[in-house]
C-alpha cells in the first residue's frame, strides 16, 4: 500500500455557505514506474529485440480531496504508466484456484470477462506478486510484460492477454494453459507397463510429432523475434 499521511486541518471559508464541502491535503509516497524501450539496437541490427530498461523511483505527490471520500480507498504501492492497448479492468476477473507459486510470485487460475469477446468468459492464468517482494521483483516482472509485448502472438506460445495496471497490484494476464505442462501429460498418456489391446489414451507416434513440430514452431517465432527462451523445458507450464 502506499504510504499516506493526512493534514487533518480542514480548509474552510467562512464567508462561504456552509454547503460547501470541507477538504483534507494527503500525501502519498509511490514509487513510480519508468519504462524505457530503445526503438533501435545499438549493433545495427534494427531487427534485433532490445530489453526494456525498468526504473523505480520514489515520489512524494499531495492532493486535495473532500472529507467524504473514504480514506480506505484501495491504492497501489507503484505509480505505473497505463498502456490501453492491454489494459483490462481488474473487475472482470474472477479468480480461482492457485497454479503455482515461488518465494515472491504466484499464478492464479481466473476468469476473464471480455478479453477475448465482449461479454464472453474466458479462462486465464495470472501472474502476480506476493506482498513480500522487493522492488527487484517489481522490474523482473514488468520486464517480462514488456517483452511479452513487443514479441507479438503466436499459435505455439503462451500469449500475453492483457494487464491490470492502475489502482491495485500488478496483475499479468496470459493464456491458460489446459493441461499443465508437457512433462506430466506425456507421462499420463505413456503406455501401460502391462498388456493392452485397447488403450485410447495412450498417444501414438503421429501425436508425439506432432508435439515436437508445435514446440519447434514456437521457437522458431520466437527466433525470428530475436528472442532466446534460456528455460525450454517439458515441465514449463506451455502445454
Keep these: 500500500m502506499a504510504l499516506q499521511t493526512i ?22 509516497w509511490k514509487k513510480k514506474i519508468t519504462i524505457i524501450i530503445e526503438t533501435q539496437s545499438t549493433t545495427g541490427d534494427g531487427n534485433s529485440l532490445v530489453m526494456p530498461t525498468v526504473q523505480i523511483e520514489k515520489q512524494k505527490t499531495e492532493i486535495s480531496i473532500p472529507t467524504t471520500t473514504p480514506c480506505n480507498t484501495t491504492t497501489s504501492e507503484y505509480d505505473m504508466p497505463r498502456d490501453d492497448r492491454w489494459e483490462f479492468p481488474r473487475q472482470s476477473l474472477t479468480f480461482g484456484p492457485t497454479l503455482g507459486e515461488g518465494e515472491f510470485g504466484k499464478v492464479v487460475q481466473a476468469e476473464a470477462r471480455g478479453i477475448l469477446k465482449p461479454d464472453a468468459v474466458t479462462p486465464v492464468a495470472v501472474k ?3 506482498e513480500d517482494h522487493l522492488d527487484a521483483h517489481m522490474i523482473a516482472l ?8 513487443m514479441i507479438g502472438k503466436h499459435d505455439n ?61 514456437g ?18 507450464r506451455i502445454f
Excluded: W
Design 128 to 130: 502476480m506478486l506476493k
Design 157 to 217: 506460445i503462451l500469449n500475453l492477454l492483457g494487464v491490470c495496471s492502475q489502482n491495485g497490484p500488478l496483475y499479468v494476464i496470459v493464456e491458460f494453459a489446459q493441461h499443465n505442462n508437457l512433462k506430466d501429460f506425456l507421462i499420463k498418456h505413456r503406455p501401460s507397463p502391462e498388456y493392452s489391446n485397447v488403450d485410447k489414451d495412450v498417444l501414438s507416434d503421429k501425436d508425439l510429432l506432432t508435439y515436437a513440430y508445435q514446440v519447434a514452431a
Design 7 to 28: 493534514d487533518t486541518t480542514h480548509r474552510r471559508d467562512t464567508e462561504q455557505t456552509t454547503n460547501t464541502p470541507q477538504t483534507v491535503l494527503i500525501t502519498q
Design 219 to 236: 521457437m522458431e517465432y520466437l527466433h525470428s523475434k530475436k528472442c532466446i527462451h534460456r528455460d525450454l523445458a517439458a515441465r514449463i
Design 142 to 149: 514488468v520486464s517480462e510484460v514488456e517483452v511479452m509485448k
